[in-house]
């Protein structure tokens, strides 16, 4: 596999509109997309650093896993995303390796991605996103 680039940091939070004085106002960034996704029951805001993004999750429903997270955790960092040119052949790669998967197959994610998640459990406990995005 190739990892290109850290595509996103996910930032788990209970509120964007909270969150903007620090991002905006302090950071000096500019939120450029708020999307929801809606199979994961959560909005995300997106702010870019060069190639890499910061991307904000607030549940949209205490279903949603980032409302569980922040149950249990907190605010805070939630995942890694790394790029990669094609992650169905990576997860097969990975899962080659002894990685565990929680996606199998990828899946349409935000900004038109496509994403899969590596379990915890195989990765030092930083839940990793691999994405791919549409030629
Ligand atoms: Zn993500």
């Known amino acids: 596999m190739e990892i290109t680039?850290?595509?996103h940091i996910g930032i788990a939070v209970k509120s964007i509109e909270e969150q903007l004085p620090y991002y905006e106002?302090?950071?000096?960034?500019k939120c450029y997309n708020v999307e929801t996704v809606e199979d994961q029951k959560v909005k995300t805001?997106?702010?870019?650093?060069?190639q890499t993004k910061i991307e904000l999750l607030e549940p949209?429903?205490?279903?949603?896993?980032?409302?569980?997270?922040?149950?249990?955790?907190?605010?805070g960092i939630h995942h890694i995303?790394?790029?990669t040119k094609d992650v169905n052949e990576a997860l097969k790669e990975?899962?080659?390796k002894g990685v565990r998967l929680i996606d199998q197959q990828a899946r349409g994610g935000a900004e038109g991605l496509s994403i899969a998640f590596?379990?915890?459990?195989s990765t030092g406990s930083v839940l990793t996103e691999l994405?791919?995005?549409p030629e």
């Not at 805001?45 to 060069?50: L, Q, S, T």
């Open 5 to 7: 680039h850290i595509e």
């Open 25 to 29: 106002g302090v950071l000096g960034l």
């Open 45 to 50: 805001a997106f702010f870019k650093i060069g």
């Open 60 to 75: 949209t429903s205490e279903e949603s896993t980032i409302a569980k997270f922040i149950e249990k955790r907190g605010e």
């Open 81 to 83: 995303a790394y790029a």
């Open 94 to 96: 990975v899962e080659s």
């Open 118 to 121: 590596l379990h915890p459990k």
């Open 131 to 133: 994405c791919e995005h």
